[in-house]
């Protein structure tokens, strides 16, 4: 797998602590594809590191947090921050974008989000003239999986790249749009590129919490229930009978980091182009997955009852909340993961009940892509699900 001055490559990740980046510097710090691939890692946090960051310990890291992306003072400002407390900016090579701002409205939200990507990369592209690549993640909205029943491509899977984009009024609440176009136009004429990666639901390990890690709601929900209710209980599914057996890939967190380092630093397979991200190329469903999640925490999983669901993780951890107290105190666990403003039982519901149609990707692009230069590689539930309650173990946030 080859980019010209191997050694001199300059990693440097936005929301280096969130789902998708904490991997990427990872999958590097490992030697992914080869311990000479990148000479120097910056990780960039909005918050400063947990203690429990799980990262090897290697030379190549800087780890800064406190940059302001939405500096009030505009662009010269943030670019005079980067350079005063980034050591190396002038020497970056590859910029991996995972900063990201919800709001409600959506006008909001393209606003917001399309400026910072602006501005992150405008910032390394006056500060270092080495830069060559750019990349963004976005996902499944893409091809309107947001639109629930109204889910334009049901008759088009599995989904694939050349699909159009989603119709009215979802194509002009889509900032991933926003985002993709801003970042074609500006790399015209540079001496940089770009490519954008669509996983579906990233499994994976967060250091810090975060709402969106649904690993981490189900983590601490069957630690909890496996503590309440014993050593082989039955535990049904929080979904429905219509969720229960529809088909989508599963996106870990590791998958999508290697794949996304393929693409920085093979360009004449990714540059300009968009990529679904996933496992595997066989789709997989809850009534496969939710037997071998449960069977993590000595649970047995089953179906969820007739017309109804299981218990809702949010729920039954707010019902047990003294009981989780006291398993952190007995193992000695990282507080504040349950019962606070950072835990939200919304986006698993979401994920597990909502989504009760099929949203399978087609990975034949990923998969080209990846062949040119490297080796494609896919896991399976097991290895993307327990991989990452083995790192929440690890780090003492879960027993």
């Known amino acids: 797998m080859g980019s010209t001055g191997q050694t001199k490559n300059h990693a440097l990740i936005y929301g280096a602590t969130g789902i998708q980046g904490w991997a990427i510097v990872n999958e590097i710090l490992k030697g992914y594809p080869s311990p000479d691939s990148f000479s120097k890692v910056t990780a960039l946090a909005n918050r400063p590191p947990s203690e429990n960051m ?16 939405q500096n009030k003072d505009g662009q010269e400002a943030l670019e005079k921050q ?3 407390k980034v050591p190396g900016i002038e020497t970056v090579t590859h910029v991996f ?5 919800f709001k409600e409205d959506p006008t909001e939200e393209i606003g917001i989000n399309v400026q ?28 309107g999986v947001q ?3 109204e889910f334009p491509f049901a008759d088009k899977l599995p989904l694939s790249e050349d699909l159009p984009r989603i119709p009215e009024p979802y194509r002009s609440q889509n900032f991933y749009y926003n985002q993709v176009d801003w970042l074609e136009s500006q790399a015209k004429s540079k001496s940089w590129t770009w490519c954008e990666l669509r996983p579906d639901v990233v499994i994976g390990f967060v250091p810090n919490n975060n709402f969106y890690c649904l690993a981490q709601t189900l983590a601490t929900y069957l630690a909890c229930y496996r503590e309440v209710e014993g050593e082989g209980a039955e535990v049904a599914f929080p979904g429905t009978e219509q969720s229960w057996p529809i088909l989508s890939n599963d996106s870990s967190q590791d998958i999508v980091a290697r ?30 997955k939710w037997p071998v999640i449960c069977e993590f925490f000595g649970l047995k999983g089953t179906a969820p009852p007739a017309g109804g669901s299981g218990p809702q993780p949010g729920q039954y951890l707010t019902e047990h909340l ?12 990282a507080t504040g993961r349950v019962g606070n403003d950072r835990s939200f039982a919304g986006f698993q519901y979401f994920i597990m009940t909502m989504f009760n149609f099929d949203r399978q990707l087609d990975l034949t692009n990923m998969h080209a892509a990846w062949s040119d230069g490297g080796k494609v590689q896919e896991v399976d539930s097991k290895t993307a699900w327990w991989t990452a309650f083995e790192r929440f173990r690890a780090a003492k946030i879960i027993p």
Request: hydrophobic residues 40%.
């Open 54 to 69: 799980l990262w090897p310990k290697n030379d190549k890291l800087q780890v800064i947090s406190g940059i302001d992306l």
């Open 97 to 101: 974008f995972f900063a990201y701002i």
């Open 116 to 143: 910072l990507l602006e501005r992150a990369t405008l910032a390394v592209e006056h500060l270092s003239p080495a830069l060559q690549f750019v990349l963004l993640p976005t996902g499944t909205k893409a091809y």
């Open 322 to 333: 003294e009981q989780w107290k006291a398993l952190e105190k007995k193992h000695g666990l």
């Open 147 to 149: 639109a629930l029943a």
């Open 259 to 288: 794949f996304a380092i393929h693409c920085v630093l093979n360009p004449q397979a990714s540059g300009g182009r968009s990529l679904n991200t996933s496992d595997n190329s066989q789709p997989s469903s809850w009534s496969k």
């Open 82 to 84: 980067m350079r005063e």
